[in-house]
T-cell receptor
Framework: GNSVTQMEGPVTLSEEAFLTINCTYT??????LFWYVQYPGEGLQLLLK?????DKGSNKGFEATYRKETTSFHLEKGSVQVSDSAVYFC??????????FGTGTSLTVIP | GAGVSQSPSNKVTEKGKDVELRCDPI?????LYWYRQSLGQGLEFLIY????????KSGLPSDRFSAERTGGSVSTLTIQRTQQEDSAVYLC??????????????FGPGTRLLVL
């Protein structure tokens, strides 16, 4: 079956620190992979995506590379800002167009 | 509107009552999804609409849950005889893309349901 596992939070970092949020997946076939972000009081927003192996998604300084050999899609950012404080969800879209989401990782960036 | 809207934003109800949650997708979006976000459980897929039909209802947790979509636009999620375990944030998302890779879903702000 399909599933997504992401690192548990909460994560607290100082401004300008390096961020990694791990995400691994189990899937049949060739899923597309996504990172969604939920800022406080707002709905989910697509942050970045990758549709095939070795693709790199990037947006707002965040990056994630679709690694088929390790079934991973880790989210990284070189220098986080206070405004990056949010909950981050890793997700896959498998066959049948169904999404599977991780449990979310809460990030707090302190000045 | 510019984005997906949901109403009500918050709903408190008593156990055993029925509730209706509404989703207004982005105009022209043919695909519509309902999800449930329970504390510590992540996001759980409930149902997928393409137009007015629901080819995938596999995520509905019980027969107390139902959803419909009319006119290819507004969708209503109905929970009958609510239970305390139904308490969660219910999220709606829509997409303009047909089935295929790289689909982008746009999420609404959610309805926070509390069953007392």
């Amino acid at each position: 079956g399909n599933s997504v596992t992401q690192m548990e939070g909460p994560v607290t970092l100082s401004e300008e620190a390096f961020l990694t949020i791990n995400c691994t997946y189990t899937a049949t076939g060739y899923p597309s992979l996504f990172w969604y972000v939920q800022y406080p009081g707002e709905g989910l927003q697509l942050l970045l995506k990758a549709t095939k192996a070795d693709d790199k998604g990037s947006n707002k300084g965040f990056e994630a590379t679709y690694r088929k050999e390790t079934t991973s899609f880790h989210l990284e950012k070189g220098s986080v800002q206070v405004s990056d404080s949010a909950v981050y969800f890793c997700a896959l879209r498998g066959t049948g167009n169904q999404f599977y989401f991780g449990t979310g990782t809460s990030l707090t960036v302190i000045p | 509107g510019a984005g997906v809207s949901q109403s009500p934003s918050n709903k408190v109800t008593e156990k055993g009552k029925d509730v209706e949650l509404r989703c207004d997708p982005i105009s022209g979006h043919t695909a519509l999804y309902w999800y449930r976000q329970s504390l510590g459980q992540g996001l759980e897929f409930l149902i997928y609409f393409q137009g007015n039909s629901a080819p995938d209802k596999s995520g509905l947790p019980s027969d107390r849950f139902s959803a419909e979509r009319t006119g290819g636009s507004v969708s209503t999620l109905t929970i009958q005889r609510t239970q305390q375990e139904d308490s969660a944030v219910y999220l709606c998302a829509s997409s303009s893309q047909p089935r295929g890779s790289g689909e982008t879903q746009y999420f609404g702000p959610g309805t926070r349901l509390l069953v007392l």
